[in-house]
């Protein structure tokens, strides 16, 4: 699933709000919170509150960062192939002073079936909520 929106900023600009993790609680309405080291391989501490949905905590590994370019993390649910979710935020030089945020999820493993399409749709509602923020 992806959701992307054109931001009237640069890359520098939407970077740093996206690297400060102190500042998500402040703007973000579907990540609250995020702690731990920015730096490739560190394990992160993810809270999110999907709309319509409840607060959950994950731990996901960091596997890509590509200053004011990407950033993504994996996560897992207890172990490979239970629930995996692979979240990509990219960020693309549009016009001048402006960009288009793309976040992405590609979730696998058995639990998905079990989770159903209003997972998926709170999921997504969240990743549009956040684009608005």
Same mark, same amino acid.
């Given at each position: 699933?992806?959701?992307?929106? %054109?931001?009237?900023?640069?890359?520098?600009?939407?970077?740093?709000?996206?690297?400060? +993790?102190? %500042?998500?609680?402040?703007?973000?309405?579907?990540?609250?919170?995020?702690?731990?080291? *920015?730096?490739?391989?560190?394990q992160l501490n993810v809270n999110i509150k999907p709309?319509?949905?409840?607060? $959950?905590?994950?731990?996901?590994?960091?596997?890509?960062?590509?200053?004011?370019?990407? *950033?993504?993390?994996?996560?897992?649910?207890? +172990? =490979?192939?239970?629930? #995996?979710?692979?979240?990509? +935020?990219?960020?693309?030089? %549009? #016009?001048?002073?402006?960009?288009?945020?793309?976040? =992405?999820?590609?979730?696998?493993?058995?639990?998905?079936?079990? *989770?159903?399409?209003? +997972? $998926?749709?709170?999921?997504?509602?969240?990743?549009?909520? $956040?684009?608005?923020?």
């Open positions: 699933m992806q959701s992307k929106i %054109k931001i009237k900023a640069t890359k520098e600009e939407v970077w740093n709000a996206l690297t400060d +993790f102190n %500042k998500f609680p402040i703007w973000n309405p579907f990540i609250i919170s995020i702690s731990g080291k *920015l730096e490739i391989g560190s709309p319509n949905g409840k607060k $959950m905590t994950f731990k996901p590994k960091l596997v890509t960062l590509e200053e004011n370019v990407e *950033l993504t993390w994996l996560g897992r649910f207890l +172990f =490979r192939g239970i629930l #995996d979710g692979k979240h990509t +935020f990219k960020i693309i030089e %549009k #016009d001048e002073g402006s960009v288009e945020f793309i976040h =992405r999820e590609r979730f696998s493993g058995v639990l998905l079936f079990f *989770l159903g399409r209003k +997972f $998926m749709q709170n999921t997504k509602s969240g990743f549009e909520e $956040m684009n608005l923020s």
